[in-house]
């Protein structure tokens, strides 16, 4: 498990830290773990440190301290070292006096000789050159899309880039990216992560995150990462004194007569997913029975017999049948995983929120388009918008992607950075929707249950795409991700 921290989380602990160590030594520890990394990539691409070239983008911040300071480091590995300011006047001003000392070149990024894109002429050698850029135009501070001079120097990098702090151009608190912005191979980070590297596009952006401790006390973190090893030993298996009954029985309401493969989808990954006894009920009770022999299967909810939960939604239809299902399974009493038409249902009739019993955990699963319905466009910062529902309509709301966030109505903020998109095919939700049913049954915590299930269910769909989990991918259906969830569940096991 790990966790992000938010700027301002960030910035206090840093306070709090200076009372105690000097800024200068923060930096320096900070700025060494750059240098240590990036002669780690120069090595990987170049296959040797000395008389290779870095060249550092360097904005008018710490962030650009940092790089300076790397810089510095990196002379006395015999490395080449030329600095771009952006911000000239503002360069941290004792970082370019060490990299100076250090006999590293610092030039203007908009100096002489500079073509329409403002990149002087010398920079645009400098980026030409390098083996490696350090970037250092701007960390915890970033503040909307970079500015063009910025943006024109990250355009015209062709080399492997090692972000400082954060990738530039990548909202440091949501990580959403509006414009262009830094591709990073690696990215150092200071004292802990920040929602910006295990979010949406900045996640991409991030590459590999390499964490520094610098002694920052931090407290609690806005955001919460499961690791294979977490959700591995929180899974649920048979104990040697259980039975089917002991261990959860879960219901599913989906699909119908013309439309069998969301229940045959919902109610398979629900078999898979824990050992408890599956039921179905709805009309699609024949196709069912006979694609998935264990599953009790029978016409309608009221026959269904005893279940601790309900997965709901997928296929049932948003007309009078639909609508019943859902008031029959909300007025049930039962913990309940609702997707798909679940959601249409309840954002477009108010009233029937009121069929629900409120002591029953409520999870709802929307991806984009739902979450719209019901909540409204999530924009940019998804995290905010899906912690804000999930308050008001007390729910645990789990909104996908490719970092899925799963939100507690007590604000607790789940996210399963998956960083791939291999789960994106048609049913695979359907998967999803059972997999929570079925953990919710077991009796696991609704917002853990969630996050249990987007973990698994993304690791199943790339264990699915690349075969053993080593090779490259193929795409895959819902089907090969539903047979997949077993050997997903093994690794996360066996990582415990
Ligand atoms: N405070 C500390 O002691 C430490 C800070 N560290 C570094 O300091 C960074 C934070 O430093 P600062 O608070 O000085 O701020 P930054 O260096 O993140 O950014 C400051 C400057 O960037 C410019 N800027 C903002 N948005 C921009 C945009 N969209 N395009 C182009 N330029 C933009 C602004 O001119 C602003 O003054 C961290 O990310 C980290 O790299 C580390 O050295 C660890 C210790
Ligand atoms: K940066």
Redesign the pocket.
Known sequence: MYGAWT?EQ??DA?QR??ERVP?PT??R???YAVAVHTARLLDEHTSGVAARHVTLLV????????AL?AGKFLRRRGVGVTALL??PE?T?AAGLETLRRAGGRAIEAAGPGADTSGIGADAADALERADVVID????????????P???ELVDRVEAPIVA???P??VD?LTGAVDGPAVSAQVTV???GRKPGHVLGAGLVRSGGVELVD?GLDLGEPELTVLSDADVGAGWPVPSPFDTKYSQGVVGVAAGSANFPGAAVLTSGAAVHATSGMVRYAGPAADPVRSRLPEIVATGSITDAGRVQSWAVGPGIGTGASGREVLRQVLEAGRAVCGDADVITLLAGDPTLWDARDPDAPLVLTPHEGEFARLAGDPGGDRVTAVREAARRYDVVLLLKGNSTIVAAPDGRVLVNPAGHAWPSTAGSGDVLTGIIGALLASGLDSWLACGYAAHVHALAASLAASGDGQGVGAPIGASALLEAVPEAVRTVRAAA
Request: proline share 6%; charged share 20%; net charge positive.
């Open positions: 700027p960030v910035r840093e830290l200076f800024e923060v930096m520890r900070a700025a904005g008018a911040g710490n962030n650009g301290g940092d300071w952006l911000s503002k941290h250092g135009i701007v960390g915890l501070s970033a503040r909307g899309p970079l500015r001079l910025a943006a400082v702090d954060l530039s151009g440091p980070t200071f004292g610098i």
